[in-house]
């Protein structure tokens, strides 16, 4: 079966899924020459219709040094015109019980993360994608079955209700959590697949904007901040939008929001527990949001490998013809705001050791089927990719879960508290400098996957995460790891010494005591 654009010595690549990482992956595939065709079964985003339905079950996307890095490596003028449209974050802003709020700041080098509205950003790089010429966007198109060793896929077009069987050379599944390529990828590659559910959901609701003296609309609190009001086992978060308003998601347990059945119920639950967020929200508004936005799920999902009888494992690719990249190979819970970050970073990594590897989709195979010999350095690049690359996703999937714990909760202790100015104070005094904002290292990330292997210094567990892209996600757990034995370590020799010294004047006091007698 002939593939269009072989003809003029071009390969052809697919890319299922419309979503961020989609379009990123396309971009990045068209950069290197290949003529990309993006699959998706909604509608175009950018379609007013479809816009009132994204409206309503969209967290609003946390963008931070290592997505921002990815997009400076496929396109820094896409990168700087998104940053544009989005807020910076310093810092988290506790909202206790009694309406106080308490700044804890990200980072000692004044480092931010960044709102971005998920709908403007993805509408956004949908406009990018649709304008590189060897770029085509396909809607309401579904992918139903793939054949990756004949290199083909049936799709149905919703919009004429006919099937059609298009072939390929390479295919990206960035089609989400739901993925229909990693299902028919489990038919041919020996995977292990992990989702779960955990015992929460979500529901969205909006806080407007009010008017300052001269009628304008402003922010009803510091937009410069992610807000949080943690309550141990549910909390509220609002993220700022550049109209002003704020994003606000409800985490919570399943049992506790069934509670919540009449609007009494809702009013009343709000006032125990997030009074000074129901003055701002408008006790109308909550009403309407919870009557008419859905509560969603939080699933995390992991795939991994079984050892092949050469010692490999291959859960993300399939020789040269497959790989799955964003929440498609590892959907996680969103609370270390990595999601984006970490599909972003799919694709810079990918795109790196596709470089490495010498693939070059300009050698064309002109005929696609069974017996069409493989492209070894795309069998190679995928591998490696694979092989690197699986660490790295379940220790994010992890270290988000553990983060929930930690912003609904252990924010509001004594104990994090301490450990938080620990960690500052360790990081001050032994790293002078963080290498990722170097000239040459930010250079080298555009090349090579993480430049940094054996991070120096103290870093904190956060800044690692969001702040160094240049480390990766299973370098930053075992330096964490490390980290924390040598606190705990502390902790238990500092707590020893304090009871010893207690002893030893409890004794002194003791003696001299007798001895007056």
């Known amino acids: 079966m002939s593939v269009s654009g072989a003809e003029d010595g071009v390969r052809k690549a697919i890319v299922v899924g419309a979503g961020p990482v989609g379009c990123l992956a396309a971009i990045s595939l068209a950069k290197a020459g290949w003529q990309v065709d993006i699959y998706e079964a909604r509608p175009d985003l950018r379609l007013p219709a479809s816009k009132a339905t994204t409206q309503q079950r969209s967290i609003n996307l946390a963008i931070s040094s290592r997505g921002i890095a990815a997009l400076q490596a496929i396109d820094a003028a896409i990168s700087e015109r998104f940053l544009q449209t989005a807020i910076p974050m310093r810092g988290r802003m506790i909202h206790d019980i009694k309406g106080n709020q308490h700044s804890q700041l990200y980072d000692k080098d004044g480092q931010c993360i960044y709102s971005i509205d998920r709908a403007l950003l993805n509408e956004g790089l949908l406009s990018e994608a649709s304008m590189v010429p060897n770029i085509r966007l396909l809607f309401r198109h579904k992918v139903l079955a793939i054949d990756f060793d004949d290199r083909t896929m049936i799709i149905r077009s ?227 990719y694979t092989e690197t690359r699986h660490e790295d996703l379940v220790a994010i999937c992890d270290l988000a879960m553990y983060n929930y714990i930690e912003m609904r909760h252990s924010v509001t202790t004594p104990v994090y508290l301490f450990k938080k100015a620990l960690d500052d104070f360790l990081y001050t005094i032994s790293s002078w400098h963080n290498p990722s904002l170097e000239p040459t290292v930010r250079a080298s990330i555009a090349t090579i996957p993480f430049p940094t292997h054996r991070p120096s210094g103290w870093i904190p567990l956060y800044t690692m995460v969001t702040f160094r892209p240049d480390i990766s996600y299973g370098a930053v757990r075992k330096k964490a790891a490390r980290q924390s034995e040598i606190v705990t370590t502390v902790g238990w020799l500092g707590a020893v010494l304090i009871g010893a010294t207690g002893f030893y004047w409890t004794l002194r006091v003791l003696r001299s005591t007798s001895s007056q007698r």
């Open 158 to 384: 919703l919009d004429l209700e006919k099937d059609m069987r298009t072939a390929f050379h390479f295919c990206i599944g960035a089609d989400g959590s739901y993925s229909i390529v990693r299902r028919q990828l489990m038919r041919v590659v020996r995977m292990n697949f992990q989702q779960e559910y955990i015992p929460h959901e979500y529901i969205e609701l909006k806080m407007p904007a009010v008017h300052n003296e001269h009628g304008k609309p402003s922010f009803s609190l510091d937009p410069n901040h992610l807000h949080i009001w943690p309550r141990h086992s549910f909390m509220l978060i609002a993220l700022p939008n550049k109209d002003c308003s704020f994003t606000c998601t409800l985490f919570a347990p399943t049992s506790e929001l069934d509670r919540l059945a009449t609007t009494g119920d809702i009013l009343s639950w709000f006032k125990t527990h997030f009074s000074d967020a129901l003055a701002l929200l408008g006790e109308e508004r909550l009403s309407y949001d919870f009557a008419n936005n859905p509560r969603s799920p939080l699933i995390t999902i992991k795939a991994g490998g079984l050892p092949c009888i050469t010692g490999g494992a291959e859960p993300y690719h399939y020789r040269d013809r497959c790989v799955i990249i964003g929440d498609a190979a590892h959907a996680m819970v969103p609370f270390y705001g990595q999601g984006l970050n970490c599909g972003f970073e799919d694709v810079r990594v990918l795109q790196a050791l596709l470089q490495d590897c010498g693939v070059a989709p300009g050698s064309a195979l002109p005929r696609l089927g069974k017996e069409v010999l493989a492209d070894s350095r795309l069998s190679n690049a995928l591998s490696r």
